[in-house]
């Protein structure tokens, strides 16, 4: 499985921006979809944003233009860039490599990695 570390997580003021990255342990062109998810206290696990390796992008409503998903494929990085935070906004988000991982064009294999999550916490 591809190992993910996130990190950017921190406190932010409302109406305040952060930049959450995500750093995979393979090559991020041989996934099919790259996503941030997140889980805020006492609530489930929810989409906020997923980018395809072909770039098609997917966003959670509750995001209403405030956050942008990218991919860098030379660095293996996925990243989130949030502005005018919310206190809703405050959660644990995790990055997430789902769908397929190619190691030729015959050989994929399934999956659903996470990484361990960073916090947002979006006070004032």
């Known amino acids: 499985q591809v190992q993910l570390v996130e990190s950017g997580g921190g406190l932010v003021q409302p109406g305040g921006s952060l930049r959450l990255s995500c750093a995979a342990s393979?090559?991020?062109?041989?996934?099919?979809?790259m996503g941030w998810y997140r889980q805020a206290p006492g609530k489930q696990r929810e989409l906020v944003a997923t980018?395809?390796?072909?770039?098609?992008?997917n966003y959670a409503d509750f995001v209403e233009g405030r956050f942008t998903i990218s991919r860098d494929n030379v660095k293996n990085t996925v990243s989130l860039q949030m502005k005018n935070l919310e206190p809703e906004d405050t959660a644990v988000y995790y990055c997430?490599?789902?769908?397929?991982?190619?190691?030729?064009?015959?050989?994929?294999?399934?999956?659903?990695?996470w990484g361990k999550g960073t916090l947002v916490t979006v006070s004032s």
């Open positions: 997430n490599a789902h769908g397929r991982i190619y190691y030729s064009s015959a050989y994929w294999l399934p999956i659903d990695s």
């Open positions: 393979e090559s991020i062109l041989s996934i099919s979809t």
């Open positions: 980018i395809t390796n072909g770039d098609i992008t």
